[in-house]
């Protein structure tokens, strides 16, 4: 067994999503290959010596560079705020580490470019890196076997999509002020922080998006920051689009860090002409499904529970309908990455494909500011 060691950078709720799933991994999946906590880099030395120690890494850090001159680290986890991706990954790439960042991939499409263009000029004749971005719902055992169904035609032709992902962690005026609500810190708002989870999930679905119209809306314009001083809101609060696929498939997609009542609204409606399937993330282990074919009478959505059947479930357990969680995904998904390393398989989401997200998001805000249908293309 080789060990894959990892350097990562960040020990916030998404940084210890990373260790749980590290340390798990061999428990459920096995493999050849076997990722080991090496070393954990924090803004101080003190925060980064008591994540470590918490998180099960063998040293702390608290310059991120040291990761990338460290012979002994395979993988750098970027785990941090959406402005610190670029130059994190642009660095790790040129150290020749595999890399592994959270979404989104940077601030914007040119930013996006930035990256694909420092991992296409590496030198000729250098080692193979696998490069995988954290879409972590992609990896649900219940994606899986809708994206099977899809594509075995079960569902008939697709006709419609509609996609949400929805959340209420900002809908009271009092959340301060964050760095998730800076364009210079963050980019976009609820776009690039849950809209790019519905985007990737429509995308892997149905194919590439090919135009849409899109709007946003700030609904809390002031919030007041560390220091009680209000401050305005720089991105967007909630947005919609009526999209068009490449395939010709309509559809429609909302995102929002105000929607009162939603803690984990991702959720979406796929309309085919034999069948019906629908999913919502807060029932993370059920897929319903409305099939034409029964008899005059019968009909109705039924409910499809997770079980062995479905991919990579009976790894984490034999019975069906037991379930799994939100951080079993994550485990899921740095199994697919260990897979990747080990053989060139494909990652659910690689930097180009999250180039592609970026753009549908860039299109979305333009859309949004000239008030019209707009193509997505290369720039």
């Known amino acids: 067994m080789q060990d894959i060691r990892i350097g990562l950078i960040g020990s916030g709720f998404i940084g210890k999503t990373h260790a749980i799933a590290y340390q798990a991994h061999n428990a459920v999946f096995g493999g050849p290959l076997r990722p ?31 990761l990338l001159r460290d012979d002994a680290i395979d993988l750098i986890a970027i785990a941090t705020p959406n402005a610190l991706h670029k130059e994190m990954t642009i660095a790790a790439i040129a150290a020749g580490k595999h890399v592994y960042v959270e979404k989104p991939l940077a601030l914007d499409t040119p930013e996006a470019d930035e990256i694909i263009k420092a991992f296409e000029s590496r030198p ?14 992609l990896c649900n055992p219940m994606i899986s076997v809708a994206k099977e169904m899809i594509d075995a035609g079960e569902l008939g032709q697709i006709v419609h999509f509609r996609g949400r992902h ?6 009271d005026p009092a959340v301060p002020f964050s760095w998730r609500c800076s364009k210079a810190a963050s980019g976009t ?11 990737s999930m429509a995308m892997h679905l149905i194919g590439p998006i090919a135009s849409l119209c899109g709007d946003t809306d700030v609904v809390i314009p002031n919030r007041k920051d560390a220091s009680g001083t209000m401050k305005a809101v720089e991105n967007e609060d909630q947005a919609q689009a009526i999209v068009r696929f490449a395939s010709g498939t309509m559809g429609m997609i909302e995102t929002s860090r105000v929607a009162v009542g939603k803690k984990q609204g991702l959720a979406f ?21 409305y099939e034409t074919s029964a008899p005059k009478g019968r009909a109705g959505f039924k409910t499809i529970l997770v079980d062995g059947n479905c991919p990579d479930f009976k790894a984490f357990c034999p019975a069906p309908g037991h379930g799994l969680g939100y951080n079993d995904l994550k485990i899921i998904e740095v199994n697919r990455l260990m897979k990747a390393i080990a053989g060139g398989a494909d990652v659910p989401v690689d930097l180009y494909t999250a180039r592609d997200i970026e753009q549908v998001i860039d299109t979305w805000v333009a859309s949004a500011e000239e008030r019209c249908w707009l193509d997505i293309g290369r720039p």
């Open 269 to 289: 409606e796929i309309v085919g002409t034999k069948a019906s399937i629908e999913f919502d993330q807060e029932r993370m282990n059920e897929l319903r499904l």
């Open 189 to 199: 708002g609820t776009l690039g922080d849950m809209g790019s989870h519905i985007i």
């Open 124 to 137: 000729k004749g250098a080692a193979p890196l696998v490069h995988m971005l954290g879409y972590n719902y």
């Open 36 to 66: 080991i906590c090496h070393t954990l880099a924090e803004v101080d030395q003190a925060r980064a010596d008591k994540a470590a120690a918490e998180l099960g890494f063998q040293h702390g850090t608290d310059d991120w560079r040291t």
């Open 166 to 171: 929805n959340e209420d962690y900002m809908a």
